[in-house]
C-alpha cells in the first residue's frame, strides 16, 4: 500500500487524475456488478429450487388424492396426466420400497441416489449439476419413492452468460474511463502547463519578455491565471521602473562624484599654493556634497514608501502657514499669500506628508521664477474634499512636458533646472505622498506666465 501510494505521489498530476478518475469509475462499477450478480444469482437460485418443490409436491399430491385403490399399472398407462404436472427438462422417477425403479416421466438424466429424503439436494448427475429431491410416497398398499431431478443448466448458462457480458462491460468501462479521465486530465491541465512554462520563461530569462496567458475559462484556474497575469503584470512593471531607477540613481549621483573628484585633483595640482582655486573648488565641492546629500535623503524618502497610517490627520492652516513662514526666511523676497473662503476641517494625511508636499511646490515655484516670486495658495472645501491651489508667476511648463514631471529624475530643462539646484525628484515624492492619502493633483502652466498646482484632498471625517 505504501509503495503504491510513493508510485501514485511522483506521477505527474494529469496521470493521478486519469488513475485516480479510472479507478473510482471501475470500483463503482464492479460493486454495482458484484451486488447485480449476487442479487440475480439468489433470486434466480431460489426459483428454481420452488420449480423442483412445486413439481414434487404436485405429484405427490395428485397421487394421493387418486384413492387407495390406485394401482401401479394404472399410473403406468395414465403418464399424460402426471406428465402435464412434470417440467420439459425435470425427470421424474418412481421406485419401489427396495429401490427398484416403476416408472419415468422425461428421463433425460440417470437416476440419483436415494441416500437423503424429503429435502432438496444439489448433486453432479452426468457431470451436471442438478437439484434432486426424493419423497416416500404411499399408495394403497403400495410404499416407494418419488424423485425429482431438476437440471441447473440453464440457470448456469444464464449466470455464465451475465458474468462474461459483466467482464466484457467491466473492461469496456475501464477503457472508456480511463480515456475520458486522460482528456479531462489533458484539458484541465492545459491552462496549468502553460503557467508552468510561463513562470519557467521567468526563472530562466527574468522579466524581459512579456508575460501574457490566455485565459478564457471563467473557473478557478482561469481566475488563477487572470490574477498570475495581474500579478506578473505589476511585478514586470516594478521590475523595470525599479531597473530605471537605479539606472538613473547611479547617473544622477556619479555627476556631482565627478565634479568633487574634479575639483579635488585640481587642488592636488595646483589648488594648495593658490588660494583663489582652493576657495573655489571648495565651495563648489560643498556645494556637490549638499546636492548629493539632498538627492540620498529624496532617494530613501521615495523607497521607504511607507504604509499609510489611518489614523493620520493635518490642520491644513497650521502646516501651511508653517511652511509659509519657512519659505519667507529662506527666501526673503519670495511673496507669498495664502488665502481661504471657509473653514477647513482636518485633513487625512500626516501633517509631515502635507509639509513637504506644500515645501516642494513652492520651492519649485520659488527656483523656476525669473521675477520676483509671487505665490498664492487658496484653501476651500469641496464636498468632502479640500481644495489646495498653489499658483505662480514662474517660467511656466510647456504643454508637452506637464505629463512627466512627476517622473523620476526628469527635468524640463536637464542642464539649467541641474543648476537651479533640482535633483528631478521632488514632484515625484509629491505625487507618491498624494497618491498614498488617496489625494490627486492637476497642473496648469502657461510659459512665462506661471503655473497652477490644484490638489484634493479627503477631509478625515
Ligand atoms: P526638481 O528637483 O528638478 O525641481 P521636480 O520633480 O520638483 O524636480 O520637478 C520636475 C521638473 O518640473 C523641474 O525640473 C522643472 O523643470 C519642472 N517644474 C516643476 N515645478 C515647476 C514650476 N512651478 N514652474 C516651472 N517648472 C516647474
Redesign the pocket.
Known amino acids: 500500500m505504501k509503495k503504491l501510494r510513493d508510485i501514485l505521489v511522483n506521477q505527474s498530476l494529469q496521470r493521478k487524475w486519469m488513475l485516480t478518475s479510472s479507478a473510482v469509475i471501475f470500483f463503482s462499477f464492479t460493486i454495482i456488478c458484484i451486488v447485480v450478480y449476487i442479487s440475480l444469482h439468489t433470486w434466480l437460485l431460489n426459483d428454481e429450487l420452488s420449480k423442483i418443490k412445486r413439481t414434487s409436491d404436485d405429484l405427490v399430491s395428485f397421487l394421493e388424492s387418486q384413492g387407495p385403490n390406485l394401482t401401479i399399472q394404472q399410473i403406468q398407462q395414465n403418464t399424460g396426466l402426471l406428465n402435464s404436472i412434470v417440467d420439459r427438462n425435470q425427470t421424474v422417477r418412481m421406485f419401489n420400497v427396495d429401490g427398484v425403479e416403476i416408472f419415468s416421466i422425461n428421463d433425460t438424466s440417470q437416476a440419483a441416489p436415494l441416500s437423503v429424503l424429503h429435502e432438496i439436494v444439489e448433486m453432479t448427475i452426468d457431470k451436471k449439476d442438478a437439484f434432486v429431491i426424493n419423497k416416500p410416497i404411499r399408495l394403497g398398499f403400495f410404499r416407494g419413492y418419488i424423485q425429482v431431478i431438476h437440471p441447473l443448466s440453464g440457470y448456469q448458462s444464464l449466470m455464465h452468460y451475465l458474468l462474461t457480458a459483466m467482464l466484457i462491460a467491466g473492461v469496456g468501462a475501464l477503457v472508456l474511463s480511463a480515456s475520458i479521465g486522460y482528456y479531462l486530465a489533458n484539458y484541465l491541465m492545459k491552462p496549468l502547463h502553460s503557467l508552468r512554462s510561463s513562470m519557467k520563461t521567468v526563472m530562466d530569462k527574468g522579466f524581459n519578455e512579456p508575460i501574457q496567458l490566455t485565459h478564457t475559462s471563467h473557473d478557478e484556474i482561469g481566475d488563477l491565471l487572470k490574477m498570475y497575469n495581474a500579478m506578473m503584470n505589476e511585478l514586470q512593471i516594478s521590475f523595470i521602473q525599479q531597473q530605471q531607477f537605479v539606472a538613473d540613481a547611479s547617473h544622477e549621483l556619479r555627476t556631482p562624484i565627478q565634479a568633487i573628484e574634479g575639483h579635488l585633483s585640481l587642488l592636488k595640482r595646483w589648488g594648495k599654493d593658490d588660494p583663489e582655486i582652493l576657495e573655489e573648488s571648495i565651495d563648489t565641492s560643498l556645494i556637490e556634497i549638499a546636492r548629493m546629500r539632498k538627492m540620498i535623503e529624496e532617494l530613501l524618502e521615495l523607497a521607504r514608501r511607507e504604509e499609510k497610517d489611518d489614523m493620520s490627520e493635518a490642520d491644513a492652516v497650521a502646516v501651511i502657514e508653517d511652511v509659509i513662514g519657512e519659505m519667507e526666511r529662506l527666501h526673503p523676497e519670495a511673496r507669498i499669500t495664502l488665502s481661504k473662503k471657509e473653514e477647513i476641517g482636518l485633513l487625512f494625511i500626516t501633517e509631515n506628508a502635507l509639509n513637504q508636499i506644500v515645501r516642494?511646490?513652492i520651492?519649485?515655484?520659488i527656483?523656476?521664477?525669473e521675477k520676483i516670486p509671487e505665490i498664492q495658495l487658496s484653501l476651500s472645501v469641496i464636498g468632502n474634499e479640500v481644495l489646495l491651489k498653489i499658483e505662480?508667476n514662474?517660467?511656466?511648463?510647456a504643454e508637452e512636458?506637464i505629463p512627466f514631471?512627476?517622473d523620476r529624475f526628469?527635468?524640463?530643462?536637464e542642464a539649467r533646472?541641474?543648476q537651479?539646484?533640482?535633483?528631478?525628484?521632488?514632484?515625484?515624492?509629491?505625487k507618491m505622498l498624494l497618491e498614498k492619502y488617496n489625494s490627486t493633483v492637476e497642473v496648469k502652466?502657461e510659459k512665462n506666465v506661471?503655473?497652477v498646482?490644484s490638489m484634493k484632498f479627503p477631509l478625515k471625517y
Open positions: 516642494n511646490i520651492e519649485n515655484a527656483r523656476y521664477c505662480d514662474g517660467i511656466g511648463i512636458n514631471i512627476f526628469y527635468r524640463v530643462d533646472n541641474r537651479r539646484g533640482g535633483t528631478g525628484l521632488g514632484l515625484s515624492i509629491t502652466s506661471g503655473t498646482f
